[in-house]
């Protein structure tokens, strides 16, 4: 049976969350960036339809996106509230199949509806009233894409963003990719494409006449990789994320962009405080701290490190985080953002330890952070830190 | 005029690749989508395209899709859904693409049909939009398919019948306010009939597989024949008979019933 792919992308997910909210955002060309307007280091997150037709891209400084687009309104990335719409999104989409490959909060996702036939109709039926309920429920107006592989769905709906759809026939993926250029397949590097150039290949369909011994030689692993995708050949399986466990998870953007160790490692210790409280509000422990570095040019680093015993306590959870930190730290390239996520939750123990041998200095961290909880409560979140954060 | 003879009439059902026709057994086990037409133009001489519905038609997918059937072999085409259910301001736009995309058909091309959502009332302003419609059309055959109860008026046949346009006769569940089953032809060139099922619960859901999960029964479909196909056989040339109840291929089941009975 060929495979049913759908391919679902609300374009430019960013702009069009942020212009939900507020529809009066809509009468403008729209660059969400890091930081605030005029700053040299801020980077464009990403961008409204207009603004890209101006020539603005991801990753590029602020200053010279505003030349480009002049009309462009500024505002700042709101990473959480995009992270709830995908959620949302995710939500709708999993009535029609449990087969559900999703991206970070970036409105794309995979959907494999193979046999789903008998009881929601032909696949690209589903994917109309997918889109259908999607505008009506959140607003949202998605491109849609049916193929037999995620390559070729992909590829399809890059054709026809920012609005349509496509649907691409079993057997006919070969025909639909030869006329396209190469800079359309999906997983092809700077270099390989280079590669490609300078053998004056420029259509897939051009890469689809070489064999694999020919492909082999200048581009060797890869070689089969292209050989394969440039006929529209692609057996990858959709893959659900896994069940996620209860988890906390704190972000902190920077104002500007920061190489500055010393600067990441007060923002990670008031993370660090803010999972703490978190924990103990919740008479929970964390067992597994995961840092996650976010790098100016999208490309992220993240280590993690676990405690067995698990902890909600702040000098324990900071220790963690900052050799989560000492680890992740070594691209010379500046961070956005930070996120801390505390994995492995555990419900405290309502059993005391038979001998309570606590050292003096624990006593001590367990007074301090008692006193601070206390203090955050009357005074609200942030309006103490431990000196490590400031 | 009503003759006393009857015209030919073309049966089919409304798209034709379906996997779960394969698991129903209309195909063959282990038949991919490309083989489908195919072996469908074994069973019977026309098809109505559904996919153009959903999706703009293109010119090359239409030529590919051209060269897997018959010469002889015929289709009618349902119009783009952002010109009748979703259309916006640019949905001229959409038509020259639609005209443009269904160009390579044009020899093997029965009718285009226009099928209207059930919002579509008997208003002055969807008049406009209807005879406006039809206009920018002009010079395709067509058919046009009213799901209002609203549109069933003499003066809306007369107007068709002036245009030479086809009003599609429907077998429906008994929907209030749904367009009646009527044996009416404006256009002495061709009738058209689409059966949709007749499940009432299925058709007020939203979903396709029960709204169209339906079998006519032999007795029915003989009826049917001697109440509205005859009247209809008599005053048209030529007739296309579609089946759209499709799921658990019980429209080709009824569809192939349908071809012996005017054969006898």
Same mark, same amino acid.
């Given at each position: 049976m060929d495979r049913a792919i759908i391919h679902l992308n609300v374009t430019d997910f960013a702009v069009a969350v942020e212009r939900i909210g507020d529809?009066?955002?809509?009468?403008f060309p729209l660059i969400v960036a890091? %930081?605030?307007? +005029?700053?040299?280091r801020t980077v464009v997150y990403d961008m409204s339809e207009e603004a890209y037709q101006d020539g603005v891209r991801k990753g590029m400084a602020l200053q010279q996106a505003s030349r480009y687009c002049r009309a462009a309104r500024v505002i700042g990335p709101r990473p959480d509230l995009y992270r709830r719409a995908m959620a949302a999104l995710v939500k709708r989409v999993v009535?029609?199949?449990?087969l559900v490959e999703q991206g970070e909060e970036d409105g794309h996702l995979f959907m494999d509806?193979? +046999?789903t036939h008998r009881l929601f109709g032909p696949a690209p039926d589903i994917a109309w009233r997918l889109r259908k309920q999607l505008s009506a429920d959140l607003g949202l107006d998605p491109v849609w894409s049916v193929a037999s592989s995620k390559l070729v769905a992909k590829v399809a709906s890059r054709m026809i963003r920012p609005f349509g759809e496509y649907i691409v026939g079993a057997g006919e993926e070969h025909i639909f990719l030869a *006329?396209? *250029?190469?800079?359309?397949?999906? +997983?092809?590097t700077a270099e390989e494409l280079k590669i490609l150039q300078d053998f004056n290949l420029h259509r897939i369909g051009q890469l689809a006449k070489l064999s694999r011994k020919q492909l082999l030689v200048?581009?060797?692993?890869r070689g089969s990789y292209l050989y394969e995708a440039s006929r529209g050949r692609d057996h990858t399986a959709v893959r659900p994320a *896994?069940?996620?466990?209860d988890c906390i998870t704190m972000e902190h953007t920077f104002e500007e962009e920061t190489a500055n160790y010393a600067e990441v490692e007060a923002a990670v210790a008031t993370l660090v405080h803010g999972v703490g409280r978190c924990l103990r509000r919740r008479n929970m422990l964390g067992g597994r701290l995961k840092l996650v570095l976010v790098h100016v040019d999208g490309k992220k680093s993240h280590r993690q490190v676990s405690w067995?015993? +698990?902890?909600?306590n702040d000098f324990v959870l900071r220790d963690m985080a900052f050799g989560a930190l000492d680890q992740v730290w070594g691209r010379r390239v500046r961070v956005r953002s930070c996120v801390l996520r505390c994995e492995r939750i555990l419900p405290r123990s309502p059993q005391q330890a038979?001998?309570?041998?606590?050292?003096c200095q624990e006593e001590q961290q367990e007074k301090i952070i008692t006193a601070m909880d206390q203090v955050c409560s009357r005074f %609200?979140? %942030?309006s103490i830190v431990l000196g490590t954060a400031i | 005029m009503a003759r006393e003879t009857l015209c030919p009439v073309l049966v089919g059902t409304s798209?034709? =690749?379906?996997?779960e026709w394969v698991d129903s057994g209309f195909?063959?086990?282990?038949?991919?989508t490309p083989e489908m037409l195919y072996i469908y133009a074994r069973s019977f001489p026309i098809v109505e395209l559904n996919y153009t519905w959903y999706q703009m038609v293109r010119a090359e997918a239409i030529s590919r899709m051209i060269s897997r059937?018959?010469?002889e072999f015929l289709f009618a085409a349902k119009l783009t859904r952002t010109v009748?259910?979703?259309? /916006?301001?640019?949905w001229q736009q959409e038509v020259k693409k639609y005209r443009k995309g269904i160009r390579p058909l044009q020899g093997q091309l029965a009718v285009i049909l226009i099928q209207l959502p059930g919002?579509? /009332?008997? =208003?002055r302003c969807n008049r406009y939009y209807l005879a406006h419609l039809l206009d920018t059309l002009h010079g395709f055959p067509l058919a046009v398919e009213f799901?209002?109860? =609203?549109?069933?008026?003499d003066s809306v046949f007369a107007e068709l019948e002036k245009r030479h346009v086809t009003l599609v006769t429907v077998d429906a569940p008994?929907?209030?306010g749904l367009f009646p089953c009527l044996d009416v032809v404006t256009n002495p060139d061709l009738f058209f009939v689409r059966f949709h099922g007749r499940n009432l619960q299925g058709w007020q859901s939203e979903n396709i597989q029960k709204k169209f999960d339906y079998c006519y029964a032999d007795e029915e479909l003989q009826q049917w024949n001697e109440q509205y196909l005859k009247p209809l056989r008599r005053n048209a040339e030529r007739g296309v008979v579609f089946f759209n109840n499709h799921v658990r291929a019980q429209a080709p089941a009824n569809g192939k019933f349908l071809q012996e009975m005017l054969l006898q």
């Open positions: 529809s009066s955002l809509r009468n890091s %930081g605030a307007a +005029g700053k040299s009535c029609y199949t449990p509806v193979t +046999g *006329p396209l *250029p190469l800079s359309i397949l999906p +997983g092809l200048p581009f060797r692993k *896994p069940e996620k466990d067995k015993r +698990g902890s909600d038979l001998f309570m041998l606590k050292s %609200g979140d %942030g | 798209g034709y =690749s379906y996997t195909y063959p086990q282990g038949t991919r059937a018959p010469e009748t259910h979703e259309r /916006d301001r640019n919002s579509f /009332d008997w =208003s799901r209002h109860v =609203s549109w069933a008026r008994p929907v209030r």
